[in-house]
Antibody, heavy 121, light 111 residues
Framework: QLHLHESGPGLVKPSETLSLTCTVSGASISTSSFYWGWVRQAPGKGLEWIGNVYHTGSTYYSPSLKSRVTISVDTSKNQFSLKVNSVTAADTATYYC?????????????WGQGTLVTVSA | NSMLTQPHSVSESPGKRITISCTRTSGNIANNYVQWYQQRPGSSPSIVIYENNQRPSGVSDRFSGSIDRSSNSASLTISGLRPEDEADYYCQSYDASNHRVFGGGTKVTVL
């Protein structure tokens, strides 16, 4: 069974960089037809797609976050990572990693448990 | 604002049927598949419908999905409503640049 697990600091200071890693177990991150994505949810709010990465390193980013976000993949560790620069309180959210079936486009079929990141001094 | 518009909330009694709409405000609903996710309080989202109307293995057949080209919308129908169906539901699709887009979410309350 596929399992995804987010890890990283739960507290980040304003203007600094948020960094999270998603560790995938139960399947290879290099499997074709799957992207690996990040979705966040501010407290009491809806889901917001951040971006996706393919095992080749190809990425898609949300236009609203593209200038501050980098998603990368490490196939040797079966992990992918998220960095968000210049964070503010508006970046406080639960961050989820998920598998995104891309061919055909079937959405996010496996999700991590999520990790809460708070931006505060 | 999302290009996928959902009602803020829907309430109904146990055993009844509800339908949640997801209206696409930009582009053609039929050009990209629509998915639906259920998110119970304190839990991660889980997919209940993919490719407009397909149910993943393990999802109850009380859940069904459809699209309506005339209204440019997708719908999630839950029949035989149960207390455990109380959750937030999100539709998701793709824009013209293949970016993933979520609707704003609908809170379902079982009275």
């Amino acid at each position: 069974q596929l399992h995804l697990h987010e890890s990283g600091p739960g507290l980040v200071k304003p203007s600094e960089t948020l960094s999270l890693t998603c560790t995938v177990s139960g399947a290879s991150i290099s499997t074709s037809s799957f992207y690996w994505g990040w979705v966040r949810q501010a407290p009491g709010k809806g889901l917001e797609w951040i971006g996706n990465v393919y095992h080749t390193g190809s990425t898609y980013y949300s236009p609203s976050l593209k200038s501050r976000v980098t998603i990368s993949v490490d196939t040797s560790k079966n992990q992918f990572s998220l960095k968000v620069n210049s964070v503010t309180a508006a970046d406080t959210a639960t961050y989820y990693c998920a598998r995104d079936t891309s061919a055909p486009k079937r959405g996010f079929d496996f999700w991590g448990q999520g990790t809460l990141v708070t931006v505060s001094a | 604002n999302s290009m996928l518009t959902q009602p803020h909330s829907v309430s109904e009694s146990p055993g009844k049927r509800i339908t949640i709409s997801c209206t696409r405000t930009s582009g053609n609903i039929a050009n990209n598949y629509v998915q639906w996710y259920q998110q119970r309080p304190g839990s991660s989202p889980s997919i209940v419908i993919y490719e407009n109307n397909q149910r993943p293995s393990g999802v109850s057949d009380r859940f069904s999905g459809s699209i309506d080209r005339s209204s440019n919308s997708a719908s999630l129908t839950i029949s035989g409503l149960r207390p455990e169906d109380e959750a937030d539901y999100y539709c998701q699709s793709y824009d013209a640049s293949n970016h993933r887009v979520f609707g704003g979410g609908t809170k379902v309350t079982v009275l």
